[in-house]
Each structure stands twice: as structure tokens, then as C-alpha cells.
């Protein structure tokens, strides 16, 4: 159980374009999903927390036009990268907890590149 | 100062070593602390997580938590080329699922034959 799943694995965008990132909790129902990005070396930094039925919570220095949530449902979050340039390119990976006795479980993320 | 402090390494350790871990938090009232493994291009894996003070066990890896020092840490036994990794350390303020984590910055593990 507990199992976060991430579409699409990796995805490949021209400049200017729009990318949206599936994140779904297969086994269970998450109010709330994390997104993170990852850069080459560096450690997971929070973008926002995206709560089902509600506006997502944006950490500093994140654009919420630029980086639009959606959690329409208890199982389906996504993240959508409007207008993408290449510093956009990244790792981008969702979260959500499942409730003890699990931790917080990962999807397998999207590696995302702008040319 | 950084929330969750890790040296970054690499840790260097033989095959069949123990490997030792640490990772230091500046916010007292942090409520648990999780450790995760991340393999290059892949996302963390969770390992085990850890709420109170003292030792967590489960197969060869083992979390101690001191909240009086703010200092948690992950025991790897019998070390595998396997292991080479990156260790992620993260904590958690709140309780409940919808809290977030804030993640050190990891130390890479190296097991060498």
C-alpha cells in the first residue's frame, strides 16, 4: 500500500510551451500533496502544497502563475508549467503522507527538459 | 544557520562496515524525522522514520534521535555497495499528514569493496 504514482516519468518542451504533471495516490486518499524540485546536487526544495477542494500553499519565491496546482480530487493532483523556459528544466517529484504507520511517500517524479 | 544540516560528503566506508549518518535540526520543536534514500535520477526512497528520543531499529539500519542536542542520525550495518546512495535527513514541525517536510541537503554515501 501507500503507493504515489507520477505521469509522465520525463517530458521533453519547447520554450514558451505548457507542461502538466499528473501525481496520483493509488491506495489512498490524499488531502494533501507536496511538489518539490530537484536540481543537479541539490536537495529537494518545496514548491507548494496543494490541498484537494482549495488554493494551493506556495513557498517564497515560487511563482503561483507560473506553476499552476489543481487537486480536484482526494487522488489527483497536478502541476502544470506554464509558459516553460530552459531554467525551468528540472526533477519535479510529488508527495503525499498516507497516514501512520507509513511515512511520506514519494512518486517517481518528471524529469523535465526546456529547449 | 540551516534548518537541517547535513555534511554533504562523500562518506566513505569498506563493504560490511557500519556507516554513521548525521544530521543536525535548528528548530526545537520539530515533531519527527525521517531519513530517505535517493539513488541518482530516482526519487527518495523512505527508510525509516523516527518521533521519539532514543533508538529505532528495522533490519540492518538503526535511527537514534536526541532532541536535546537536536541530532538525529542513521546506523547502516553491514554496509552494501548497494548502499551508495544519497541520505536525505528531513523534519517535521507539525503533526498530521498535511505537514511538510524540510529536507537537509543530503550526505552521499560510498561503499567500497
Redesign the interface.
Known amino acids: 500500500g501507500a503507493v504515489v504514482s507520477q505521469h509522465p516519468s520525463w517530458v521533453i518542451c519547447k520554450s514558451g510551451t505548457s507542461v502538466k504533471i499528473e501525481c496520483r495516490s493509488l491506495d489512498f486518499q490524499a488531502t494533501t500533496m507536496f511538489w518539490y524540485r530537484q536540481f543537479p546536487k541539490q536537495s529537494l526544495m518545496l514548491m507548494a502544497t496543494s490541498n484537494e477542494g482549495s488554493k494551493a500553499t506556495y513557498e517564497q519565491g515560487v511563482e503561483k502563475d507560473k506553476f499552476l496546482i489543481n487537486h480536484a480530487s482526494l487522488t489527483l493532483s497536478t502541476l502544470t508549467v506554464t509558459s516553460a523556459h530552459p531554467e525551468d528544466s528540472s526533477f519535479y517529484i510529488c508527495s503525499a503522507h498516507p497516514g501512520f504507520p507509513y511515512g511520506y511517500t514519494f512518486g517517481s517524479g518528471t524529469r523535465l527538459t526546456v529547449v | 544557520q540551516k534548518e537541517v544540516e547535513q555534511n554533504s560528503g562523500p562518506l566513505s566506508v569498506p563493504e560490511g562496515a557500519i556507516a554513521s549518518l548525521n544530521c543536525t535540526y535548528s528548530d526545537r520543536g520539530s515533531q519527527s524525522f525521517?531519513w530517505?534514500r535517493q539513488y541518482s535520477?530516482?526519487?527518495?526512497?523512505?527508510i525509516?522514520?523516527i518521533y521519539s528520543n532514543g533508538d529505532k531499529e528495522d533490519g540492518r539500519f538503526t535511527a537514534q534521535l536526541n532532541k536535546a542536542s537536536q541530532y538525529v542520525s542513521l546506523l547502516i550495518r553491514d554496509s552494501q555497495p548497494s548502499d551508495s546512495a544519497t541520505y536525505?535527513c528531513?523534519v517535521r514541525k507539525d503533526t498530521g499528514?498535511?505537514s511538510?517536510?524540510?529536507?537537509?541537503?543530503?550526505t552521499r554515501l560510498q561503499v567500497t569493496l
Open positions: 525521517f530517505y535520477g530516482k526519487s527518495p526512497e523512505l525509516m522514520f536525505l528531513a499528514t498535511a511538510k517536510l524540510t529536507f537537509g541537503t543530503g
